[in-house]
């Protein structure tokens, strides 16, 4: 152990604060080094001198009198009332701010409702659109013929128009289904 490490915890071992290995392994050290051992006899000799000279104080009741009477003389200092202090110390006004918080809480949840109503709306005009052009789109295959599958209302511009993508007619030629092979 080095002298370095044993003289910071000296105090905490005179005061038998360290933990049972570490005292140990200062008791140790302590035994073979002599500066150490030589710190740790100056460290008691100086907690005995400020025992042996220090003094219990014990004030005069004339101490304390003059004491509480030097307080009730002292001009009483009040703190300047803050911005909010001052301003909720009106109750029309805290009646008034918390009005204003209500009415403020309510339109924001009125807002919210209307616009998740809305997306609602939106979502329900979307699903009956798809539903729509995909019931128009279905002919039999057996009864139109491949290319009838591809060519029906929607394509030739009978269908509403789709707000979300202009197509163009799409024209298909089976070159299996030609006999002019």
Not at 15 to 42: F, M, N, Q, V, Y
Not at 135 to 155: D, I
Request: charged content about 20%.
């Amino acid at each position: 152990m080095k002298c370095e490490s044993c003289t910071e915890d000296l105090t905490a071992y005179l005061d038998g604060e360290l933990p049972l290995s570490r005292a140990e392994e200062i008791s140790a050290h302590l035994r073979d080094c002599g500066p150490c051992s030589e710190e740790l006899r100056e460290l008691r000799l100086a907690g005995e001198f400020v025992k042996a000279h220090a003094l219990s104080l014990e004030p005069q009741p004339y101490l304390w009198n003059n004491l509480r009477g030097r307080i009730g003389g002292m001009p009483e200092q009040r703190a300047a009332p803050g911005l909010l202090q001052s301003w909720f110390a009106q109750r029309w006004l805290a009646a008034a701010a918390s009005l204003a918080a209500a009415v403020a809480l309510t339109l924001g949840i009125r807002g919210y409702l209307g616009y998740r109503q809305s997306q609602r709306s939106l979502q329900n005009y979307m699903v009956s659109y798809i539903q729509q052009r995909e019931s128009q789109l279905r002919m039999p295959a057996a009864a139109a013929g491949f290319e009838g599958v591809f060519r029906t209302a929607a394509f030739d511009g009978a269908a509403p128009h789709n707000p979300f993508a202009d197509t163009q007619s799409v024209s298909f030629d089976n070159p299996f289904r030609s006999g002019e092979r």
